[in-house]
């Protein structure tokens, strides 16, 4: 099973609501990695959890809360977004952290925030 | 900033004729990877080059790295109206760990 899996497909929210992206794979990955990619644009890595343990934090702003509770769960939760925040956020996990781990990345979450 | 900027931004071809990518970085890397993405969906990964590797094939696919002019290439062969897609090179700038910094990306459209 080389399937990362990322609910929900599709959230609108208010600038006011909290609200939480999840991802999960059961492939034994030990890193996992959230990215924000705007429209035409490229990925752009958000934060990077290595063993369970937040490793990169990409001066993302606070609004924005990663939380590993497992290896095979991301969360990352939402709070007092603003209309720029809303992206296609991306979740991807790899082996490990090495260098030549390939990241399989899930469907993603289309955020839209009012 | 982006490590990685693509030529050309958009390509357009009809089926069956090959198209090429090129990606430039500014750093020195220890890998290079190339990873597919069709409309608003998640990333699909191609292809790893490392830095001691001048070329790689798979199936219709193949990666050149010239590490000497920071540069890379994907061909992709007899393309098919399947291989439509946006493309990105993704570098990990030869830092401690598995960080992708991704290039701009080439918007592929191939043609039946």
């Known amino acids: 099973d080389t399937e990362v899996t990322q609910t929900p497909k599709h959230l609108v929210m208010g600038m006011t609501n909290k609200k939480s992206l999840k991802c999960e794979q059961h492939m034994g990955h030990r890193a996992m990695y959230w990215y924000k990619q705007k429209a035409k644009k490229p990925p752009e890595l958000m934060f990077v959890y290595s063993y369970e343990k937040l490793s990169i934090n990409e001066s993302v702003p606070s609004r924005f809360s990663p939380e590993c509770p497992n290896s095979s769960l991301l969360n990352l939760h939402l709070h007092a977004l603003q209309p720029e925040d809303s992206a296609l956020y991306l979740c991807?996990?790899?082996?490990?952290?090495?260098?030549?781990?390939?990241?399989?990345f899930g469907p993603g979450t289309r955020l839209t925030v009012l | 900033s982006q490590q990685g900027e693509e030529d050309p931004q958009a390509l357009s071809i009809q089926e069956g004729e090959n198209a090429t990518m090129n990606c430039s970085y500014k750093?020195?890397?220890?890998?290079l990877q190339w990873y597919r993405q069709n409309s608003g969906r998640g990333l699909v990964h191609l292809i790893l080059?490392?830095?001691?590797?001048r070329e790689k094939h798979s199936g219709r696919l193949r990666v050149t790295l010239d590490t000497s002019k920071k540069s890379s290439s994907l061909l992709i062969t007899a393309s098919r109206a399947a291989d439509t897609a946006s493309y990105f090179c993704a570098t990990d700038g030869n830092n401690a760990g598995n960080m992708l910094t991704f290039g701009g990306g080439t918007r592929l459209m191939v043609k039946p």
């Open positions: 991807a996990s790899s082996r490990d952290r090495g260098w030549t781990d390939t990241q399989y």
């Open positions: 750093t020195s890397i220890n890998n």
């Open positions: 080059i490392r830095s001691n590797e």
